[in-house]
């Protein structure tokens, strides 16, 4: 008897771009960008670790409500971004509010939704997503729909989503794939294997030996690329969209790769689940330090540019909690206006006690 699982892991070779120094080790998977897009994905980079930086401290102070810290996977998150075009639509998951904002989401409105304010919900026009999905791969089924839906439209644009290592063991994950495999469907399925779910780590989550080989049961391509590397996240979601918006179906890309914070700020204790050893390994992979040593060979960064980028976001940030502040608060009746369409009798009768109450 055959057994097929023999010759499949060994297939899913992590690709890399750049090593941990900064140095390139793939020249031939080098994707083809300016000096100015690369310095602009070291600006975004940088950005959103402040941004993160900014975040945890606004929680801590209270300024914010529900935050899942970012740090670490900013190569993940960006390099996969940058690959995409202002008319791809994302579906996120909790983590991936870096993602919104580059695609268009205005700060002051991640704020509001971090503090639960239906605001942060209503999406500007032209910024094709959802809102962050709370529920463990819920995204990756509304994908396959999304994505289905651009295709019999006739649109040259993909649906992204993304999950963690832990959404891998959801059923969800495996519909939404295996429906828009059958569809061939303009779907990219990232999964961000930052190694645990809450402080379940990967290896107690399933026996497959890499998450990307999880495309083979539903007949797609599946890729591992190294999740510090932002070029290499970059190659592989780019040549992803490319495959979709060619009529050639969904591709799953798992990004190796690490959060340095805890899983959100309600309260769990990492120390608890990892070693400062486990830490450090992963700190040495740092996508920013790599990628700024690949940038300062090439003579297209500085700390003097790193430092504008950082004092731009700061601004930007206080600025925009300002806005949150100013905004006017959420009321029971807002809740009950933004929850249907057309409400329900009984909600009916509720929002005009609430009217009525509020109005006083
Ligand atoms: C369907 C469902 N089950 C359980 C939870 C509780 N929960 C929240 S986050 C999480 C772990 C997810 O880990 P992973 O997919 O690796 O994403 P990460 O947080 O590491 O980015 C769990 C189990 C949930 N939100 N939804
Ligand atoms: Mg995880």
Known sequence: ??????????????????????????????????????????????????????SIALNRQGRLGFYAPTAGQEASQLGTHFALEKEDFILPGYRDVPQLIWHGLPLYQAFLFSRGHFH???????????????????????????????????KKSVA??????????????????????????????????????ISVPREKQTKAKTLAQKAVAVGI????????DVLAVYAATKEARERAINGEGPTLIETLTYRYGPHTMAGD?????????????????????????????????SEEEENKVIDQAKEEIKAAIKDADNYPKMKVSDLINNMYEVLPSNLEEQLEVYKEKESK
């Open 160 to 197: 992204i989503t993304y999950t963690g290592d832990g959404g891998t063991s959801q059923g969800d994950f495996y519909e939404g794939m295996n429906f828009a495999g059958a569809y061939d469907a303009p779907a990219i399925f990232i999964v961000q294997n930052n190694q645990f779910a």
């Open 269 to 301: 204790d990492p120390t608890r689940y990892r070693t400062e050893d486990m830490n450090s390994e992963w700190e040495k992979q740092d996508p920013l330090v790599r990628f700024r040593k690949y940038l300062e060979a090439k003579g297209l960064w």
């Open 221 to 228: 391509p599946g890729v591992v690329v190294d999740g510090m």
């Open 120 to 154: 942060g919900n209503q999406f500007p026009e032209g910024v094709n997503a959802l809102s962050p999905q709370i529920i463990i791969g819920a995204q990756y089924t509304q994908a396959a729909g999304v994505a289905l839906g651009m295709k019999r439209r006739g």
């Open 1 to 54: 008897m055959k057994r097929t699982l023999e010759g499949i892991e060994e297939q899913f070779e992590m690709l890399q771009i750049l090593n941990e120094n900064g140095e390139v080790v793939n020249e031939e998977a080098l994707p083809d960008l300016s000096d100015e897009e690369l310095k602009e994905l070291m600006h975004r980079m940088v950005y959103t670790r402040i941004l993160d930086q900014r």
